[in-house]
């Protein structure tokens, strides 16, 4: 959902399809969004969550690594709150 958000805001900004990629910071450059660097933290390991369930040869590593449930409710809640802030930006422009 979150990258969804983000492609839409490019959309919004360039008025043209936006690009195939995953990189969740990327796009929010592309999209001319100024996140600030807590934000921008947090999208990097949303990145690093989206590439390892992406890529077969990553998972088991990935998920031996982390406390399932104290991340996905945790993730959970932060990316409902980006999605809400990104929302508010889109509205105002």
């Known amino acids: 959902m979150l990258e ?12 043209e399809v936006a690009p195939y990629i995953h990189d969740l ?13 807590k ?3 947090v999208l990097d390991e949303i ?4 590439i390892a369930g992406r890529y077969p040869e990553e998972k088991l590593d990935f998920y031996k690594s982390y406390n399932k ?7 959970l809640q932060t990316t409902n ?13």
């Open 69 to 75: 449930k104290a991340i996905a409710e945790r993730y």
């Open 47 to 50: 990145s690093a969550f989206n």
């Open 25 to 37: 910071r990327r796009l929010t450059e592309l999209a001319g969004i100024s996140l600030g660097t």
């Open 39 to 41: 934000k921008e933290r």
């Open 4 to 15: 969804k958000t983000l492609k839409s805001a490019v959309v919004q900004k360039t008025r």
């Open 81 to 93: 709150d980006l999605i809400l802030w990104l929302k508010k930006k889109l509205i105002k422009k």
